[in-house]
C-alpha cells in the first residue's frame, strides 16, 4: 500500500522539481542537494493524499480517527518539523501495515492498531512514520531517482503504479511479477531511512516522556509477524518467507531490535508517563478486524461477499487474495491462479458482446451454468487493444443480482495452465451465490475485550473465532521472548483485560 503510493508521489515530485534546490534538512541540519524544495515535498504529499483516498477507505469511526489524530498531534509537535499541518488517518485496511507521504501525511491501519498493546506502542508506530516525514526521506528517495535519470523512474512508475481494468489476467500476472524488484527499488527506503526513522521514533517518544523502549516492542510486533507467517507456511507445506524479494533490502527485524535497544538505552527523558493501555483498549474496543465487509470477506478457503451476493471458495492448498477489485485464488506453486474481476456495465449488455468488445476471435464458446448462475467459457485467440493476438482464456458468468464476473485463467505457460486446470476449474465451478451457510461464516468480525481467564488462552479461544495460536499473536505473547530484555514473556495476570476477536 505504501509503496504504491509512494510510487505516484515521487513521480509527481519529479515532474515538477526540475533542477533541484539546496534544500537545510531539518533533522541533520546539513544542506542537501533536493529533488523539491519544502513547498513541493507539502504539495506532492497533498495531491498523492487525495490518490490514498479513492483506492482505500477511512475506518467510519469518528472516535478512533480523534483517537489517533491527537495522539499523531502530540508526537509531531515535539518533532522536527512541528509547523508542517499534520495529518492523521486511519485506513479501513486489515494489514499490518503504517505509512507516511511527504508533507505529513501519515496512515496507519486498523490491521496494526489491533496487534497494538497500549498507547506507547502506537505511537512508536506514528513516531518511526513522522521521522521519515521529518527525515525527508521521500523527497530524498526522488532526488537519488531523478539523478539516476527519470526516464527509467517514469517506466518503472507506470509498470508499477498503472492497473488495468481490463481482463487481461495472465498479462497482469507476468507483469505484476516482472515488476516486483524495480517497483521495490524504486519505492522502498534504504537500510539506513528505517533505521533512521527507528531512532527518531524513539526520540519522539522520549520528548513525550514515553518510555522509548516501547520502539524496542513495535519491532517485536513486526518480528511476531514474521515469524508467525513463516511458521503458518511451512505448517501448511509452503516455503518460508525468503529474502529474494524487495523486503531483502530493508533491515532485519533482528537487526533494528539490536539498534533500536542500544539507541533507547541512550534516551533519557525523565519520568516516563503511564503507556495508557487503558485509553487505548477503549478505543480500539469494537473496531472491525480481518477483512473489510465492504470488500469480501476471506475465511479460510471461502470467499464470501454479502452485499454482491456472490461466494468462491478455493481448492485445498491454493490461498484467496483479496485486493480491492480482484480477488486472486493462486496455486501453492505460484504458478497459476484463477482472477475474478467485475466486468463493468458498459463493457456490453450480454456475455456475447462483452467477448466480442473485448477482443475474442477464433476459440471455443461453451454456455454453462454455475451453480443455476448463468455462464460463458471462451479459450481462443484474443486481440487486445493494441492489436496484439495471444491465447486467452475466461468464464463470464451473471451473479443473482444481475452483475457480470470474469474468472480469468493465468498461468505462466501452457503447460502450467493444463496442469493446473482441474483445480482452477474446481475454484470456478464454486462460484455461487451464499448460501444460508456462507451467510453465517459472513459476519464481521470486531474486537472485544474479555479478563484473561484462569484457563489461558485455551479457555480464552473457545469464546472467539481466533484459535489459541492466533490469540496469542493478538496479545503479543506469540514467540515466548519479551522485546525488552530479551527474557521470558509473563503470561496475562488472572482478570487482567486481553483482546479477543468475535462474530458480530
Not at 115 to 123: G, P, W
Not at 221 to 234: F, I, M, S
Not at 473 to 494: E, V
Request: hydrophobic share 40%; net charge neutral.
Amino acid at each position: 500500500m505504501s509503496r504504491k503510493f509512494m510510487l505516484a508521489a515521487l513521480a509527481a515530485s519529479l515532474l515538477v522539481a526540475g533542477c533541484g534546490t539546496n534544500v537545510v534538512n531539518p533533522v541533520t541540519g546539513r544542506t542537501e542537494r533536493s529533488a523539491m524544495s519544502l513547498q513541493q515535498e507539502v504539495e506532492t504529499g497533498r495531491k498523492a493524499h487525495q490518490d490514498v483516498l479513492k483506492e482505500y477507505t477511512p475506518v467510519d469511526d469518528p472516535r478512533l480517527q480523534a483517537y489517533v489524530t491527537a495522539l499523531g498531534r502530540k508526537l509531531a509537535a515535539q518533532s522536527h518539523r512541528a509547523e508542517l499541518d499534520w495529518h492523521f488517518t486511519v485506513l479501513d485496511s486489515p494489514e499490518v501495515n503504517a505509512f507516511a507521504l511527504p508533507g505529513g501525511y501519515v496512515y496507519v491501519t486498523r490491521g496494526i492498531l489491533a496487534y497494538m498493546e497500549n498507547e506507547a506502542d502506537l505511537a512508536g508506530v506514528m513516531g518511526h512514520e513522522i521521522g521519515h516525514v521529518t527525515a525527508r526521506h521521500g523527497a530524498q528517495r526522488a532526488t537519488q531517482q531523478q539523478n539516476a535519470g527519470f526516464g527509467v523512474l517514469a517506466a518503472t512508475v507506470l509498470g508499477a503504479v498503472l492497473e488495468s481494468r481490463g481482463m487481461d489476467g495472465a498479462t497482469n500476472l507476468a507483469g505484476q511479477l516482472s515488476q516486483n524488484a524495480a517497483a521495490g527499488y524504486i519505492a522502498s527506503y534504504s537500510r539506513e531511512q528505517e533505521l533512521q526513522a527507528d531512532e527518531l521514533g524513539a526520540e519522539y517518544l522520549a520528548r513525550n516522556q514515553y518510555d522509548p523502549r516501547h520502539m524496542v516492542d513495535v519491532i517485536q510486533v513486526l518480528k511476531d509477524q514474521e515469524q508467525y507467517a513463516n511458521d503458518q507456511a511451512r505448517a501448511q507445506g509452503r516455503p518460508a518467507g525468503g529474502g529474494n524479494h524487495w523486503l531483502a533490502s530493508h533491515p532485519s527485524n533482528d537487526q533494528r531490535l539490536q539498534r533500536i535497544r542500544d539507541e533507547a538505552a541512550m534516551l533519557t527523558g525523565g519520568k516516563p508517563v503511564d503507556e495508557n493501555r487503558a485509553a487505548f483498549l477503549k478505543a480500539i474496543e469494537g473496531m472491525g478486524f480481518g477483512d473489510s465487509p465492504a470488500q469480501g470477506l476471506v475465511r479460510g478457503q471461502r470467499f464470501l461477499h454479502p452485499s454482491l451476493d456472490i461466494a468462491l471458495t478455493a481448492p485445498a492448498g491454493w490461498t484467496l487474495q483479496n485486493g480491492s477489485d480482484t480477488l486472486t485464488v493462486l496455486a501453492p506453486q505460484r504458478d497459476a491462479a484463477l482472477i475474478l474481476q467485475p466486468v463493468p456495465p458498459k463493457a456490453g449488455a450480454s456475455h456475447d458482446e462483452i467477448l466480442r468488445r473485448w477482443g475474442a476471435e477464433q476459440g471455443r464458446t461453451d454456455a454453462r451454468t454455475l451453480n443455476g448462475l448463468k455462464a460463458t467459457h471462451f479459450s481462443g485467440v484474443r486481440r487486445n487493444a493494441q492489436g496484439q493476438r495471444g491465447m486467452a482464456e475466461l468464464t463470464l458468468v451473471t451473479s443473482a443480482q444481475g452483475a457480470v464476473y470474469a474468472l480469468v485463467y493465468a498461468a505462466k505457460d501452457g503447460q502450467t495452465l493444463q496442469a493446473r486446470r482441474p483445480s482452477l476449474a474446481q475454484a470456478e465451478e464454486s462460484f455461487r451465490a451464499l448460501t444460508a451457510e456462507d451467510r453465517q461464516l459472513a459476519r464481521p468480525w470486531k474486537i472485544a475485550l474479555r479478563p484473561f481467564p484462569a484457563g489461558g488462552f485455551t479457555e480464552l479461544a473457545k469464546g472467539s473465532v481466533l484459535n489459541e495460536v492466533q490469540l496469542k499473536l493478538l496479545n503479543g505473547q506469540y514467540g515466548g521472548t519479551n522485546a525488552g530484555d530479551g527474557g521470558a514473556r509473563p503470561a496475562p495476570a488472572a482478570g487482567r483485560l486481553v483482546k479477543t476477536v468475535v462474530a458480530q
